[in-house]
């Protein structure tokens, strides 16, 4: 067996795939250089070839409704944001802090688009992020009340440096699975960042949660540390359509 081959079979056998898969170019292309130099080029494509990798997969995890980041957004359509703020944001220096963000505003704002790109932003720094509907959130607390595993729950969603609860405010909550918000939001406030989004104004959260005094509790504890985010302007979704025009 020649030495190349058994080269390539080192390789394969260590799961250097990167260099596998370059090593016949390469050698086509670098007769002059230093080994030296050939090793620190081949392992440095094998490193940036397994951190792309790893951060495709840490998007992938984070469970994202889509994929659209800050350079998708369009902030002329929406002139109340302030793009300085957006961007602060998305320097993720409110992690650190551990501070929340809400995002607040009528359908089509951009909400979900401005709170995807930030966890897209945090989850490619391989910070563990996870993006969640609220009503599939209480559905699960509904879930666990019932079998008496809240607290597994809860840990579950304490254990992500991010978290992203999308849509608060266009389904009532029960009690139980108020309750157990709370306690979520209780268990983060102060050690772990939440980005939020509703279309309520945080004065009628006490209807969402089907009481004020709950709403409160968890309102108190996220807006300590928070940037409240409000848009007010027309849907994206029917930037280019006249949905008042009466004629068919
Ligand atoms: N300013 C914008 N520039 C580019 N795309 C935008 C902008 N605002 C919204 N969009 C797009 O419009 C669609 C709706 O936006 P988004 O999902 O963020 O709405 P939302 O505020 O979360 O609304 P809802 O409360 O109904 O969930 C998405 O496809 C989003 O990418
Ligand atoms: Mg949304």
Redesign the pocket.
């Known amino acids: 067996m020649s030495n190349y081959i058994r080269l390539t079979n080192n390789l394969e056998n260590l799961k250097l795939n990167k260099i596998q898969e370059i090593i016949p170019s390469y050698l086509d292309e670098n007769h002059d250089k230093s080994l030296i130099d050939c090793l620190l080029d081949l392992t440095d494509a094998e490193i940036a070839f397994r951190d792309e990798r790893a951060r495709k997969i840490n998007i992938m995890v984070s469970s994202f409704?889509?994929h659209?980041t800050i350079a998708?957004?369009?902030?002329s359509?929406?002139p109340t944001i302030d793009k300085a703020k957006i961007l602060d944001l998305i320097s993720l220096r409110f992690i650190d802090k551990k501070s929340n963000i809400i995002?607040v505003?009528?359908?089509?704002?951009?909400?979900?688009?401005?709170?995807?790109s930030i966890g897209i932003e945090a989850a490619s720094q391989r910070i563990s992020t996870y993006f969640i509907n609220f009503a599939v959130l209480m559905e699960k607390f509904k879930e666990a009340s019932k079998e008496n595993r809240v607290e597994k729950v809860i840990k579950h969603y304490l254990k992500y440096t991010l978290l992203i609860i999308?849509?608060i405010g266009?389904l009532p909550v029960d009690k139980d699975a108020s309750y157990a918000f709370f306690q979520l939001i209780a268990a983060r406030y102060e050690k772990r960042p939440t980005i939020l989004?509703t279309?309520q104004s945080l004065p009628k959260w006490g209807q969402v949660f089907g009481d004020p005094v709950i709403a409160n509790a968890i309102i108190d504890r996220l807006v300590h540390h928070c940037d409240i985010i409000k848009?007010t302007g027309n849907?994206?979704?029917i930037k280019d359509r006249n949905i008042f025009d009466t004629e068919d």
């Open positions: 409704p889509y659209k998708d957004f369009d902030f359509y929406q995002f505003g009528s359908p089509g704002v951009g909400k979900t688009h401005l709170a995807t999308d849509e266009y989004t279309n848009i849907s994206y979704r």
